[in-house]
């Protein structure tokens, strides 16, 4: 998504959040937002470990449906990899557009039109500031409308944001290829996998969706993340050494430590639509491990 340094037009004012209130949701008497859920994640890896996953035989083929593609819009352009779940995906790029090797990104979404204001309003109040606009994709002989974005403070290493779909979005993208129509993650997905060919592939494929982000954060930038997700009706509990953030459809975010200086999105679990044979599938850095009905992708097992 963007650039680092074009995020925030403004200054981000941060209040002092020192021996922060025990963790829970707003009183019940406070107005809940819409549900907030996972969108997808990136991660930029080094140029062996994109090179390896974007040739792997089971990565490519049996794991999700994949593509390689170069997306256009409104801001800038970029180049990756992606595979796509049910209700969930995700992308890897080389070091570049994204940003430097272990930078990473964490996107969420609302299906409610209209949605993407109440969580800016929400960030606003909570963070100090917030904001957003339009993106646009382009196709042959179009630029639609794609989502509504929306973000607020930057952290170093993880770019939080909010994607809202637009309402023609899923109208004028190659609206032949499927009938819906809607906002939700799950028809845009449909309609991803219609335009790169792979709808009959669905069922076979392995992913269902992510569940889980293991992300490393210093202690400021992980109160800043906890309170973002609060915000949005998220649930946050302290855990050994590690924050656990709970969202819609038992989607989990554990918040740790960094080693080694690395931040961001170390390793990330995935739900699985049929049973697997344990197996390592090695890619340069990083390990896809599957077992059963889940498998984990350590970013950098090396």
Not at 176 to 199: F, H, M, N, P, W
């Amino acid at each position: 998504m963007k650039t680092q340094a074009a995020w925030v037009a403004l200054e981000l004012v941060l209040a002092a959040t020192a021996g922060a209130a025990p963790r829970q949701q707003a009183g019940a008497g406070a107005a809940q937002p819409p549900p907030v859920f996972l969108n997808h994640f990136f991660v930029v890896v080094d140029a062996a470990s994109y090179q390896a996953a974007r040739s792997s035989a089971f990565l490519t083929r049996e794991f999700a449906p994949f593509e390689a593609r170069t997306t256009v819009r409104n801001d800038m352009s970029y180049t990756g990899i992606y595979w796509y779940g049910r209700h969930t995906y995700f992308e890897l790029f080389e070091p570049g557009s994204q940003g430097q090797q272990g930078a990473s990104g964490l996107a969420l979404g609302v299906e409610e039109s209209g949605a993407s204001a109440g969580v800016r309003r929400h960030w606003q109040e909570t963070l100090g500031a917030a904001g957003g606009g339009p993106v646009t994709r382009k196709t042959e002989n179009d630029e639609p409308p794609w989502f509504e974005m929306t973000f607020s403070r930057e952290i170093p290493g993880l770019r939080v944001f909010l994607m809202e779909y637009h309402a023609e979005f899923l109208v004028r993208w190659y609206g032949e290829l499927t009938k819906a129509r809607s906002i939700t993650r799950a028809d845009v997905l449909d309609r991803y996998v219609a335009k790169i060919g792979q709808a009959d592939r669905r069922e076979r494929a392995l992913l269902q969706d992510v569940v889980g982000l293991e992300i490393a954060l210093q202690p400021d930038d992980r109160e800043t993340l906890v309170k973002q997700l609060r915000a949005v009706s998220w649930l946050a509990q302290d855990a050994a050494d590690a924050v656990v953030c709970s969202g819609p459809e038992s989607v989990q975010l554990r918040l740790v430590p960094p080693k080694n200086g690395r931040t961001g999105i170390v390793a990330v679990d995935f739900s699985l639509q049929h049973a697997a044979a344990k197996a390592v599938h090695r890619l340069g850095k990083a390990e896809l491990r599957v077992d059963g009905g889940a498998a984990r992708l350590v970013v950098d097992a090396h």
